[in-house]
């Protein structure tokens, strides 16, 4: 056995120092005939049948409900969303906020920045109700059980000040962990030798509910859990000229696309990886929970339906010959089997070392390129 396997079967991983953690947690409802009655506005437009109806008042009111549970509960960022778009939290410095046809993102740094905010159209009819809970602060993941009680004990009381059932809101528990696969690289060869300054931190990436159980936060035993990693691998000149790309032909990077797709998926076996996908059509891959497998495409989004409780789906690739992306997005998905009594640290060694062998064919610059992971924890359930 050589000792990249031996690694690979650890119970731990060592993630970068400087890798982000984020969590946030939506609580969705539906909008219904009678919690628009209660909560709208009576205007001109709403009772004159020949004027388009608004429901600012309705949204307005809703959102009153929710910032001034927040004072209560000493929340300091939420968001209330009615516009039935696909909410998406990100890292970054600066804060700002973008949307698409189908996307809502939030762009924030946890340590620094603070938001209360609604989005909404005031003269359509959202399906539902999304309230967004952004946490704060550091140590977010050793502090992210206390943040989901919090945030659970306020749900609980906008649903009893709103009066809608409580079982009919579902919550969304959505961690995840950030990092370059080649900081190490880039670093100061001093510092990998100095043990006071060590780069890398040890992880056994226990699942959510049982980090969330050792600190007295229980979760239903009703829930859908899921965990992923998905990897930015961008396209740069040098990979380009590793194919040959016919401009004139009608799917000039079909050679690219295929080099990458059979690279991805002897890597992955290697390693006793087989479930994932490799995306490269320019849409966003979003992986959701799923009593049957689901590959599909929705606008914007590549949909990928899992179940974790089956055995490996196998390697999936999805790409449009006729454009070149930026960025192809590989994607793991865990089963339970990849889930040990220790957690999930395995399955991500086993992927990182499977992504090194991949970035060697590719003859990458660890030193200089970068490959983004992104470690994904979700949890979800009705109350």
């Given amino acids: 056995m050589t000792i990249i396997r031996k690694r690979s079967a650890d119970h731990t991983c060592n993630i970068p120092k400087n890798a982000r953690d984020n969590q946030y947690i939506l609580a969705e409802f539906t909008i219904t005939d009678d919690l628009i009655q209660r909560f ?203 194919v040959d790309v016919d401009p004139n ?15 991805f998926t002897q890597s992955a076996k290697r390693y006793n990886l087989n479930n994932g996908a490799l995306i490269a059509n320019g849409l966003v891959p979003i992986v959701r929970y799923s009593i049957h497998e689901i590959t599909s495409r929705m606008g914007e989004l590549q949909m990928l339906g899992y179940n974790p409780e089956q055995n490996p789906c196998g390697i999936i690739s999805k790409w449009d010959a006729s454009e070149l992306v930026d960025n192809v997005q590989l994607v793991f998905v865990a089963t339970d089997k990849n889930q040990t009594e220790h957690g999930f640290g395995r399955f991500l060694n086993q992927i990182e070392q499977a992504i090194k062998l991949m970035a060697t064919e590719l003859e990458m610059e660890p030193n200089k390129e970068e490959l983004i992971v992104r470690f994904h924890q979700h949890v979800a359930y009705n109350f």
């Fill in 40 to 242: 709208s506005v009576e205007t001109a437009s709403s009772t004159d049948n020949n004027l388009p109806k608004n429901y600012c008042g309705f949204y307005q009111n809703l959102a009153k409900v929710l910032f001034d549970l927040s004072e209560l509960f000493e929340v300091e960022n939420c968001l209330f969303i009615a516009n039935d778009k696909l909410t998406r939290v990100r890292f970054s410095q600066e804060m700002h906020q973008w949307q698409t046809n189908q996307q809502i993102l939030f762009y924030y740094n946890p340590e620094s920045h603070q938001l209360k905010k609604s989005f909404f159209d005031a003269n359509k009819r959202a399906k539902k109700i999304s309230l967004l809970f952004l946490t704060t602060g550091t140590d977010i993941r050793d502090n992210a059980a206390g943040f989901h009680a919090k945030t659970s004990q306020l749900v609980t009381a906008f649903a009893h000040k709103t009066t809608i059932d409580v079982s009919d809101i579902r919550l969304r528990d959505h961690q995840h962990i950030t990092y370059d696969l080649f900081n190490e690289n880039k670093l100061n060869k001093s510092k990998k030798t100095n043990n006071e300054h060590s780069i890398t931190q040890t992880h056994k990436l226990r699942s959510m509910i049982h980090r969330y159980a050792s600190q007295q936060v229980t979760l239903p035993e009703f829930h859908s859990a899921m965990t992923y990693v998905i990897i930015n691998l961008p396209i740069s000149n040098r990979l380009l000229n590793m």
């Fill in 249 to 263: 032909s009608t799917d000039p990077y079909n050679p690219l696309y295929t080099y990458l797709t059979d690279t």
